[in-house]
């Protein structure tokens, strides 16, 4: 027997149903200040500079990917080519 039951909820309905805190101000203060300092060109907060962090990080995960990509294609590859040469 399957029971399936479908809820509706809002993000900040399911936050003060799981006791998290409501950051939504606090998050709101923080974006608003570094779009000001932007605008204003305060040193440190160049646009490109502040995504340099995800940038460097979502490039070297896509590197370590390509790499497990590759490592399991040539296992599978040396694996495959082994196959037949035990059956002689």
């Given amino acids: 027997m399957k029971f399936h039951i479908d809820v509706e909820v809002s993000a900040a309905e ?3 149903l799981m ?4 950051l939504e101000g606090l998050q709101q203060r923080m974006l608003d200040d570094i779009q000001s300092r932007i605008e204003q060109g305060v040193e440190g907060y160049d646009p490109m500079e502040l995504m340099q962090p995800y940038l460097k990080t979502s490039l070297a995960s896509m590197d370590m990917m390509q790499r497990m990509f590759a490592a399991g294609m040539g296992v599978a590859g040396s694996q495959s080519q082994k ?3 035990e059956a002689d």
């Avoid at 006791?19 to 409501?22: K, N, Q, R, V, W």
């Fill in 83 to 85: 196959r037949p040469s």
């Fill in 14 to 16: 399911l936050r003060q």
């Fill in 19 to 22: 006791g998290l805190p409501d």
